[in-house]
Antibody
């Protein structure tokens, strides 16, 4: 059974760098059609995908946050790390780590979906 | 960027009702469209992927349809445990994006 668990600071000061770690089990990020994504949700608001890293080390970032984000993986540790620089209060949110599964569609583009989510970690940005 | 717009943003319904939620993409996403359910204080769960394929373990009263830019999530015979928020997500572009969500409340 795939599980993911997020960890990181609960409180960060403005302008600091936020580092979030996702430790997962029961799948290998080196296997094809797998990815790990980070999704956040400010209180009472919608979901926002921040970044995804794929089994082949392909990385995708939210265009609006790309300059502030870095996603990396350590397949030997079953770990994915997201760093966000220069945080500000609007970055206050619950941050989720997700398993991103691909399925053959019969065309050039596979179907991808987030079939397992971590419980999330709440991060507040405040001085 | 592909923008996803859901409507309505909230609705009230009764147990046993049929509920339809709409999701519209700013450009065609073919059938690369997923639906999630989220209850307060919990992480989302996947309901439907590829517009109409039911995720394993999801009750058959949930169904999805659509292609291109317009999609619907239908819940037949609404159950008490279905009162939650629902989000669509496109996976056509290089980074997925979500709709704003629809909250289904008890009438």
């Amino acid at each position: 059974q795939i599980t993911l668990k997020e960890s990181g600071p609960t409180l960060v000061k403005p302008t600091q760098t936020l580092t979030l770690t996702c430790i997962f089990s029961d799948f290998a990020l080196s296997s094809s059609r797998r990815g790990v994504g980070w999704v956040r949700q400010p209180p009472g608001k919608a979901l926002e995908c921040l970044a995804v890293i794929y089994w082949d080390d392909d990385k995708r970032y939210s265009p609006s946050l790309k300059s502030r984000l870095t996603i990396t993986k350590d397949t030997s540790k079953n770990q994915v790390v997201l760093t966000m620089t220069n945080v500000n209060p609007v970055d206050t949110a619950t941050y989720y780590c997700t398993h991103f599964q691909g399925q053959v569609s019969g065309t050039l583009l596979d179907y991808y979906y987030m079939d397992v989510w971590g419980k999330g970690t709440t991060v507040s940005v405040s001085s | 960027d592909i923008q996803m717009t859901q409507s309505p943003s909230s609705l009230s319904a009764s147990v046993g009702d049929r509920v339809t939620i709409t999701c519209r993409a700013s450009q065609s996403v073919l059938n690369y469209l997923n639906w999630y359910q989220q209850k307060p204080g919990q992480a989302p769960i996947l309901l439907i992927y590829a517009a109409s394929r039911l995720e394993s373990g999801v009750p058959s009263r949930f169904s999805g349809s659509g292609f291109g830019t317009d999609f619907t999530l239908t819940i037949r015979n609404l159950q008490p445990e279905d009162f939650a928020s629902y989000f669509c997500q496109q996976s056509y572009s290089s980074l997925v994006s979500f709709g704003g969500g629809t909250k289904v409340e008890i009438k």
